[in-house]
């Protein structure tokens, strides 16, 4: 019943920008974290940029100083601004939020998944 739909990909230079958005709806109780995983072709999934809901951010290495996470949490909504972007930039770029369904014990936070949005950054 909950659903994370996700917009902004597409194709881009290198040393463009980008912003994805995510939103999320359904049967909210509560959002906790927010955040973006990627996953290219042949490589692991790698997380890139979680923020929590009082604004805690945390970013993977390779994306400090060029990519900055943000949620509007009236709209259940969280951002990724990508600047400077690179070649080795180009993924497949998936929001999560930790989300409560419920007060009970079994409507406990669970991850939930956006349907993924392609990032392609050419050289």
């Known amino acids: 019943q909950v659903q994370l739909v996700e917009s902004g990909g597409g194709l881009v230079q290198a040393g463009g920008s980008l912003r994805l958005s995510c939103a999320a709806s359904g049967s909210i109780f509560s959002i906790d974290g927010m955040g973006w995983y990627r996953q290219a072709p042949g490589k692991q999934r790698e997380r890139v940029a979680i923020?929590?809901?009082?604004?805690?951010?945390a970013y993977a290495d390779s994306v400090k100083g060029r990519f900055t996470i943000s949620r509007d949490n009236t709209k259940n909504t969280v951002y990724l601004q990508m600047n400077s972007l690179k070649p080795e930039d180009t993924a497949v770029y998936y929001c999560?939020?930790?989300?409560?369904?419920?007060?009970?014990?079994?409507?406990?936070?669970?991850?939930?998944w956006g349907q993924g949005t392609q990032v392609t950054v050419s050289s």
């Open positions: 999560f939020a930790e989300i409560r369904t419920g007060r009970g014990p079994e409507e406990f936070e669970n991850d939930y």
């Open positions: 923020i929590r809901s009082g604004g805690n951010t």
